[in-house]
């Protein structure tokens, strides 16, 4: 048996007692409201703000903080693990069944429940940097098979270290937040001049990321078997991407102006805690990981995940791609620790993406790049065909652990293209 919430929460939610995830949120009411930290459960959110004004939060390290009294949750992810877990312990229990002092007291209830259909979601964090990695070796594969050839497909440097770009943090958007496609250069055609124009191939990217909880001081790095004390919790993310911008532009320094137009990511943060039972083991890494790359405790999760495409029009979504995150060749404390090892300093809020998540087989693949293999081949979206993205086009990516008893879920990550601004604006 799952825990049990006196809160009613379907058997197909993705937010049990169990999960608990966190997000901001403000009232869609007349007026609206400031923005509130608040945590999931089944259809409603529960507002910190209120629960801590009512002195609900009784333990040593939150009864006096002002942490959820904030805008963002960057001051209660700054204070640790520790904090994490007596916050969440408290939730659990002014949740539960069997407690009456949330369940019991209407007023209070009325005030901190609120149904999910009256607010809107904000941005969780304020997201001082981005970094994108590139940590899916079935990607990784096929991406250089598709642009330099299947003799030397992966680089020789990906097997020691987990590749990465540092991205446009000012562009990352909240779930149904509109994309609007971007213009840039292309491929130039025999003697011509590069393409400019809207891009011809707009992409997604199905991914994950990881929020940074505390950070380290400039010149000093986080021991990867320590690294896991420094995030908080992962989000779905969809790493737009212009794939005909990226190929000309990216030689010799990376992508740039392809993708740096937009980056998706859903509203709750799911913590590591709530996913400690879906725990696995990652793939076997060959070569074994330099020693400061060698961590004890060696895990990936097992989260399922979905792609679905809703074409301009179409009332009806379609199923594209189902992979999930266990694919991952290195490990988001094997990431954020070699984002360290050179002293770089990271600050509460930070995002680290995973890179593309793509499985082994054909119906796994986390990208159109890889699914229509760089345009040559078409997808069929219960009528309509696909190669690259087109304006109307809505990308809906989900996430689901599925327990015994429960479900753990990160909702969805959704965004809709708009069509490119014109070249007189």
Known sequence: ?????????????????ENLPYGVFRSKAAGGSNPSPGVAIGDFVLNLTVIASAGLFDGPLLKNSQCFNQPSLNVFLEMGRPAW??????????????????????????????????????????????????????????????????ENPIMPNWFHLPVAYHGRASSVVISGTNITRPRG???????????????????????????????????KNINVNEAYDHIFGLVLMNDWSARDIQAWEYVPLGPFL???????????????????????????????????LAEKKHINYDIPLEVWIKPAGQEQATVITRSNFKHLYWTITQQLAHHTINGCNLRSGDLLGTGTISGPDRDSLGCLLELTWNGQNQLSLNGSARSFLEDGDEIIITGRCEGKDYKIGFGKCTGKILPAIPEDQ
């Not at 048996?1 to 197909?12: H, N, P, Q, R, W």
């Not at 607010?119 to 590139?134: A, R």
């Not at 400019?196 to 909880?213: N, Q, R, S």
Request: aromatic letters at 10%.
């Open 1 to 17: 048996m799952g825990l049990k919430s006196f809160v009613e929460v379907s058997a197909d939610s993705h937010f049990p007692l």
């Open 85 to 150: 877990k007596e916050a969440r312990a408290t939730i659990q229990r002014i949740l539960s069944d069997n407690e009456p002092i949330l369940r019991d007291n209407i007023s209070l209830r009325n005030k901190s429940l609120l149904p999910m259909n009256e607010v809107e979601m904000l941005l969780p964090v304020v997201i001082g940097d981005y970094t994108d990695f590139f940590c899916s070796m079935y990607h990784t594969k096929n991406c250089g098979t598709i642009f330099r050839g299947p």
């Open 185 to 219: 250069q292309g491929h130039p055609t025999g003697s011509s001049l590069p393409y400019f124009g809207p891009t011809k191939k707009l992409d997604f990217e199905l991914e994950m990321a990881a929020i940074v909880g505390p950070g380290n001081q400039l010149g």
């Open 258 to 292: 392809g993708k740096s137009f937009g980056t998706t990511i859903s509203p709750w943060i799911v913590t590591l805690e709530a996913l400690e039972p879906f725990a696995c083991d990652p793939p076997k890494q060959d070569p074994h990981p330099l020693p400061y």
